[in-house]
């Protein structure tokens, strides 16, 4: 907190804002909230998978107890059957802010989704590329011949740092990354290339470095969830909607989906959904490294 004060103390010509960053599990919504209370701010959530209403237990999302009265946005904001691009998240986040510093406030973003928080702090657009109908039906259908890994795999090759962000089911994202990258020529990284900080930034993680600690710090917090009712959640889930919908695609959601069709044991789905946080985990690590700079 040392750094942090030395932060708020030094002048400034740009706002400020704290980006508040790590892999899932590692303790930043603690992390948030102490700040929060600490500044009297407010906390604008930079998860792209608890912009999702219904999805609590499977995501982490933080519970009206544990925000502790400390305002939050960005979460509960659209159902699992609507998709939300980084534009939108962008377009909103940006007006709440702006508010937030009309108040005399540092914002406080705190999330795992790279790609949200860059789209906030970087000056960087993103690129405004028509869809090709027809290219876009070309790679779905490679998608449902051969797997949203091999998909994911094509988009690796060419921008690994955005699949890095990505999950192969995320297959909508990688579709249109792909897209943007035959149709440009350019990568989404890219198009974020040239960029810098729009706002005077501090960087903080909770992350200790210790990633064997953390792998079991989201075992144990995946066998929590299963045990506070993340079948029962989904169960819920899918009588109000298809499996098929965006939202219910998710990690912690698939694998669910598929033990309750009988694709999965019990004791398999848990190990899945256990070795999918941690291989996102991985991916996020490779996503901060750059934040680590500043």
């Given at each position: 907190m040392k750094d942090l004060k030395k932060f708020l103390e030094k002048k400034s010509d740009k706002n400020k804002i704290i980006v508040i960053y790590?892999?899932?599990a590692c303790g930043k919504t603690d992390l948030s909230i102490k700040i929060a209370k600490f500044l009297n701010s407010e906390i604008i959530s930079t998860d792209s998978r608890q912009i999702f209403k219904g999805l609590d237990i499977g995501t982490g999302k933080v519970t009206e107890e544990e925000k502790e009265g400390i305002i939050h946005h960005m979460i509960d904001i659209i159902e699992p059957n609507q998709e939300y691009s980084v534009g939108e998240f962008k377009k909103?986040?940006?007006?709440?802010?702006?508010?937030?510093f009309r108040k005399g406030k540092i914002p406080i973003l705190c999330?795992?989704?790279g790609l949200y928080i860059d789209s906030l702090i970087y000056d960087f657009k993103i690129p405004k590329?028509?869809?090709?109908?027809?290219?876009?039906?070309?790679?779905e259908d490679e998608r449902?011949?051969?797997g949203n890994e091999f998909i994911w795999k094509k988009l690796q090759e060419i921008d690994p740092d955005y699949a890095s962000e990505l999950h192969p089911n995320n297959y909508r994202y990688v579709?249109?990354?792909?897209?943007?990258?035959?149709?440009?020529?350019?990568?989404?990284?890219e198009f974020r290339e040239e960029k810098n900080l729009k706002y005077d930034t501090f960087f903080i993680t909770p992350y200790d470095g210790n990633r064997e600690k953390l792998y079991k710090k989201i075992d144990l917090r995946i066998k929590s969830m299963f045990e506070n009712g993340l079948l029962e959640e989904v169960r819920d889930l899918l009588t109000k909607y298809k499996?098929?919908?965006?939202?219910?695609?998710?990690?912690g959601y698939k694998e669910i989906i598929d033990f309750f069709e009988g694709k999965l044991n019990f004791d398999d789905c848990v190990a899945l959904v256990q070795k999918h946080?941690?291989?996102?985990?991985k991916r996020q690590l490779t996503w901060f490294r750059k934040y680590e700079k500043n």
């Amino acid at each position: 907190m040392k750094d942090l004060k030395k932060f708020l103390e030094k002048k400034s010509d740009k706002n400020k804002i704290i980006v508040i960053y790590g892999p899932t599990a590692c303790g930043k919504t603690d992390l948030s909230i102490k700040i929060a209370k600490f500044l009297n701010s407010e906390i604008i959530s930079t998860d792209s998978r608890q912009i999702f209403k219904g999805l609590d237990i499977g995501t982490g999302k933080v519970t009206e107890e544990e925000k502790e009265g400390i305002i939050h946005h960005m979460i509960d904001i659209i159902e699992p059957n609507q998709e939300y691009s980084v534009g939108e998240f962008k377009k909103e986040a940006e007006k709440i802010i702006k508010n937030i510093f009309r108040k005399g406030k540092i914002p406080i973003l705190c999330g795992g989704t790279g790609l949200y928080i860059d789209s906030l702090i970087y000056d960087f657009k993103i690129p405004k590329v028509p869809a090709d109908p027809i290219l876009r039906e070309k790679l779905e259908d490679e998608r449902i011949k051969f797997g949203n890994e091999f998909i994911w795999k094509k988009l690796q090759e060419i921008d690994p740092d955005y699949a890095s962000e990505l999950h192969p089911n995320n297959y909508r994202y990688v579709i249109r990354a792909l897209e943007v990258k035959i149709l440009t020529g350019k990568s989404k990284k890219e198009f974020r290339e040239e960029k810098n900080l729009k706002y005077d930034t501090f960087f903080i993680t909770p992350y200790d470095g210790n990633r064997e600690k953390l792998y079991k710090k989201i075992d144990l917090r995946i066998k929590s969830m299963f045990e506070n009712g993340l079948l029962e959640e989904v169960r819920d889930l899918l009588t109000k909607y298809k499996k098929t919908d965006f939202g219910m695609q998710t990690i912690g959601y698939k694998e669910i989906i598929d033990f309750f069709e009988g694709k999965l044991n019990f004791d398999d789905c848990v190990a899945l959904v256990q070795k999918h946080n941690r291989n996102y985990a991985k991916r996020q690590l490779t996503w901060f490294r750059k934040y680590e700079k500043n």
